[in-house]
């Protein structure tokens, strides 16, 4: 059981490219969201989507955008990088709909925007 | 704006009690706390969750007080491979995506 998969592992971006991060789970659950982690803090909610065809914006939305087509991926997308979106990157999902539940992390996706 | 706040780090000796408080003054009287263990290069893994009074699992027990400002981790008989950085979440608002993860506890485990 893969559990979650994103996608790529670490990525070198030029400021004003677009790029997509994947995020797949073969859980069935129903919720995903995305985090972004900045060194030495915490984790910031991008977006989240409670169910299928769903999404919401969480705390630092601006500069992101997600669809959620199906259950099993979440993909997240910056229109025109800028050096601020330098961070790592988390997809995670859980089984309940909301973020009180437990949320099941992937492996990150490190990226540096120049 | 509701804020969690961590120790930025703690040092602890093998086979002792370590105990990492979070303060959220903010709480709501809907929302669980949930800690959270993160290993260099890997995503976050739960640990424990809890409402109020005292929880307890196979790893970790957390202690809410009554006014449930705060809580606390503890892990019983640390050893080295429980240096992580520890993280408390609370989520302020389920339905707008309002959640609020501490900056995080770093806990190095000496020998």
């Known amino acids: 059981i893969a559990g979650i998969t994103q996608a790529p592992t670490s990525q070198i971006l030029a400021a004003g490219r677009r790029m997509t991060l994947r995020c797949t789970q073969d859980m069935r659950h129903n919720a995903m969201y995305w985090y972004r982690q900045d060194l030495g803090l915490g984790l910031r909610l991008i977006h989240y989507s409670n169910t299928a065809g769903t999404t919401g914006k969480g705390e630092v939305p601006d500069g992101y955008s997600v669809s959620r087509a199906n259950t099993d991926d979440f993909p997240l997308t910056l229109a025109s990088a800028v050096p601020s979106q330098t961070s790592v990157y988390f997809c995670?999902?859980?089984?309940?709909?909301?973020?009180?539940?437990?949320?099941?992390f992937g492996p990150g996706t490190r990226l540096t925007v120049l | 704006l509701a804020k969690t706040t961590q120790p930025i780090s703690m040092d602890s000796y093998e086979g002792q009690e370590v105990n990492i408080t979070c303060s959220h003054n903010?709480?709501?009287?809907?929302?669980?706390i949930t800690w959270y263990q993160q290993f260099p290069s890997q995503g976050p893994r739960f640990i424990i969750q809890g409402y109020k009074t005292k929880v307890t699992n196979e790893v970790a027990s957390l202690f809410i007080p009554a006014d449930r400002k705060s809580s606390t981790l503890s892990l019983p008989r640390v050893s080295l491979s429980d240096t992580a950085v520890y993280y408390c979440l609370v989520v302020y608002n389920t339905n707008a995506g309002k959640s609020t993860f501490g900056d995080g506890t770093t806990l190095t485990v000496k020998p």
């Open positions: 995670a999902s859980s089984e309940g709909l909301t973020l009180t539940d437990t949320q099941y």
């Open positions: 903010n709480i709501a009287t809907n929302d669980y």
